[in-house]
């Protein structure tokens, strides 16, 4: 079984990749799963390795390919489409994959690392009490004093403008305020897209000053949870914002059944690394870049984050990364710029 795409892998891709966005759609819809399954199905400037029966998705950076997540395909059409890929590409970085993949990759005879790990929470029976959740309450309280409301609507719904201006200007708040990040963070995208749910605190004058966008995961045809995958808030705005948007996001999901809700990737946090042959380097630069006061803050502030996230309570799960070829340092460098960092 060969998984070459109908056209040259190294040719430029439009639209997301020559594999035609129903198929990309019908391949989310029962094997996307995973938190980053959106993000590998539609994330602009990725390219697609594979077919209609399932795809790697992954950047160039280089000679090295940095492929995204889990294969958007068959478990059992794994291992085919990863030889594949390696014959085809030689260097190869695998980032944020699950316990499966990475037991896939170290067979392979790749070095696998600890990435850090993932959160998410059962919605059945969440609640917003106890001290660990009282910046829920306290935000929704403080909002309703000024007046300010949480709606879902189509981003079409709004000027454009004021989304634009929403977005900037959290960004310019950010450690990495140049660009926006791509690759491990999916890009932003101020218009309707297809399954994502978007959510907006609006004042009383009915103008948005903060906002939350959610992308969906699927298995066998059915929804089965969401990823929070982007809150942003204007600059002077309050900044429990994110806990009015997630809290009301979490009540609408409650009433529909939805079984869960993901936050995501916490970088570098509660690495163990005692399963798979590790690279040593790789694991030292993630403990420098957790532990190092100057990379949090003028690189990426991991360590706050991570207090965030389990702000929300919940489950945590290790998620890997993993290479094919030494040394390790120039292709952590390269997932710098991958990410849009620099």
């Keep these: 079984m060969t998984y070459l795409m109908r056209a040259p892998i190294d040719e430029g891709f439009a639209e997301g990749g020559v594999i035609a966005a129903s198929e990309r759609s019908a391949l989310l819809e029962n094997f996307g799963n995973f938190v980053l399954a959106y993000s590998v199905a ?3 400037r990725l390219r697609r390795f594979g077919d209609a029966r399932g795809f790697i998705a992954y950047t160039m950076v280089g000679k090295t390919a940095y492929a ?13 489409l990863l030889d594949s890929f390696v014959e085809k590409k030689r260097d190869v970085t695998f980032w944020q994959v699950s316990r499966p993949m990475a037991e896939l990759l170290a067979s392979r005879d790749f070095a696998v690392n600890a990435l850090g790990v993932e959160s998410f929470i059962d919605l059945a029976g969440y609640d917003f ?43 310019r708040t950010r ?38 966008f ?29 806990y009015f948007l997630v809290r009301r996001a979490i009540e609408a999901f409650q009433a ?52 965030h996230k389990e702000s929300y309570g919940g489950t ?17 460098l390269k997932l710098v710029r991958a990410c849009g960092i620099v």
């Design 42 to 44: 539609y994330q602009p």
């Design 68 to 80: 995204l997540a889990d294969p958007l395909a068959p478990r059992d059409h794994w291992p085919a």
């Design 129 to 171: 009490e106890g001290p660990q959740r009282r910046s829920f309450r306290t935000a929704a309280n403080r909002f309703a004093r000024l007046g300010c409301r949480v709606v879902e609507r189509p981003v079409s719904a709004f000027d454009p403008a004021e989304i634009e201006a929403i977005s900037v200007g959290w960004r």
């Design 175 to 212: 450690t990495t305020k140049r660009r926006e990040l791509a690759f491990l963070v999916r890009p932003v995208k101020l218009a309707d897209e297809e399954g994502v749910r978007k959510f907006f605190i609006v004042d009383e004058h009915d103008k948005p000053i903060a906002f939350a």
């Design 214 to 242: 959610f992308d969906p995961l699927y298995e066998n045809g059915r929804l089965v949870g969401y990823l929070s995958a982007t809150r942003r808030w204007l600059p002077d705005a309050d900044p429990l914002s994110a």
């Design 256 to 307: 529909e059944g939805v079984a869960r809700l993901y936050f995501g990737l916490m970088p570098f946090h509660r690495i163990e690394d005692k399963e798979f042959r590790k690279d040593w380097l790789t694991r030292r630069a993630f403990r420098f870049i957790y532990t190092n006061p100057l990379a949090q803050r003028f690189v990426y502030p991991t360590q706050s984050l991570a207090r």
């Design 316 to 332: 945590q799960r290790e998620t890997w990364c993993a290479m094919n070829t030494a040394p390790s340092l120039p292709r952590l």
